[in-house]
């Protein structure tokens, strides 16, 4: 047995220890060269994972606080504009609250939980903004491209391209917490505006960093935005980003773990990451459907995360316990959904020998139980 409980949940996920020790090293100041070298470094290669020419942020904060910096950065007071926050589950919930927390003009665009937000729904919210002479255009739409409540994935690019179509100024603000690092998000071809995500979930690293990339368009909208406050004020990041200096000190010890993962996830090759997820989810998705059902709606199940419909009735809490005894521990329900639906996260450094053994071990149970 492992010396420790393996994370298949959603976030915080299983740190491989060679991770866990790169972040032992002797403290660095952050304004000195060996600090600006080493946000240099990671600078490049983070481009590379979020496929841009563009700046990519580095946020001490988890990925909750780069909603609150899309929400204040691109989203002007104005009454009468706004963003339209599409909302399919939990998560993309929370960040369209967010956006009504910070004061914005806040339009729901809302889907039944495990349902995928389609092109024509955003067609239509679109057309109907543009019909309507009190309102302005969306200033921004807001999309969750990884609905990890619901263990669905969003058709981005169908959507990116709806909305380029009808309403091309609209900044496109895009939460990938739960698949960036894990799915291909090519931010450049797509046109993106701000692509965000945590360090703890894909990038297989503890939790505490997060990143956004961020496009030229987007930070000019940001100096013309008022009250953008201070901590997360893309203006102020962008620049102490040109100098390999952030504005407030970083968690140094979360970098250097993040420099040496990066590497790791370039050494192993973006797509072969991408073709693994893909494996990983094909292997629990014939597994949860050969014994369960899926959750998410079919066709737009996720790559990094398996929402299964809990229709054995099985006791969540008790199968976590058996598999405790086994070093392992996956995700209950979110939320409402809790009992209903048990979630197994493949995402990261995840191996087919790791999940193999977890599905294994729940099979076990379920013989046990039967
Ligand atoms: C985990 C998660 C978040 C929240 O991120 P934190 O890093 O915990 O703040 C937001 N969106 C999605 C889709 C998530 O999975």
């Given at each position: 047995m492992s010396d420790h409980i393996k994370l298949f949940i959603p976030g915080p996920v299983e740190v491989r220890k060679e991770i866990l020790d790169a972040q032992a090293q002797w403290m660095i100041g952050h304004r000195g060269k060996p600090f600006e070298a080493l946000f240099a470094r990671v600078q490049s290669k983070l481009r590379q994972v979020f496929f841009t020419q563009s700046r990519v942020f580095i946020s001490t904060s988890s990925g909750t606080g780069l909603w609150e910096a899309a929400a204040r950065n691109c989203v002007s007071d104005d009454p009468h504009a706004g963003v339209v926050a599409t909302v399919c589950g939990a998560f993309s919930e929370r960040w369209a609250n967010v956006f009504e927390r910070n004061g914005k003009a806040t339009t729901w665009l809302r889907v039944e939980e495990g349902k995928a937000i389609k092109p024509e729904m955003v067609r239509q919210a679109l057309l109907a903004r543009a019909a309507d002479p009190a309102r302005r255009p969306f200033e921004a739409i807001a999309i969750v491209h990884n609905e990890t409540?619901?263990?669905?994935?969003?058709?981005?690019?169908?959507?990116?391209?709806?909305?380029?179509?009808?309403?091309?100024?609209?900044?496109?603000?895009?939460?990938?917490?739960?698949?960036?690092?894990?799915?291909?998000i090519d931010f450049d071809s797509l046109g993106l505006d701000v692509l965000l995500?945590?360090?703890?979930?894909?990038?297989g690293l503890p939790p505490g960093l997060a990143f956004a990339a961020v496009s030229d368009r987007a930070l000019a909208k940001a100096k013309t935005v008022k009250n953008r406050g201070y901590y997360f004020d893309f203006v102020e990041l962008?620049?102490?980003?040109?100098?390999?200096?952030?504005?407030?000190?970083?968690?140094?010890?979360?970098?250097?773990?993040?420099?040496?993962?990066?590497?790791?996830?370039?050494?192993?090759?973006?797509?072969?990451?991408?073709?693994?997820?893909?494996?990983l989810a094909q292997l629990t998705r014939r597994w949860a459907s050969d014994r369960f059902a899926l959750f998410a709606e079919r066709g737009y199940e996720s790559d990094t995360v398996t929402c299964v419909a809990n229709t054995r009735g099985?006791?969540?809490s008790a199968l976590n316990r058996f598999l405790a005894a086994r070093g392992m521990h996956i995700s209950d329900g979110y939320g409402a959904l809790k009992g209903k639906t048990f979630r197994i996260a493949h995402m990261a450094d995840t191996t087919e020998a790791d999940l193999q053994a977890l599905l294994d071990a729940i099979d076990d149970f379920l013989i046990q139980q039967s």
């Open positions: 409540s619901c263990g669905l994935t969003n058709p981005l690019a169908e959507i990116v391209a709806t909305v380029k179509a009808l309403s091309p100024d609209t900044l496109i603000l895009v939460d990938a917490v739960s698949s960036l690092g894990g799915v291909k995500t945590s360090s703890q979930k894909c990038f962008e620049q102490f980003l040109l100098k390999n200096h952030t504005p407030a000190t970083p968690a140094i010890s979360l970098m250097f773990a993040l420099d040496r993962q990066l590497d790791d996830m370039l050494a192993e090759g973006l797509e072969n990451r991408f073709a693994r997820h893909a494996r099985v006791d969540v």
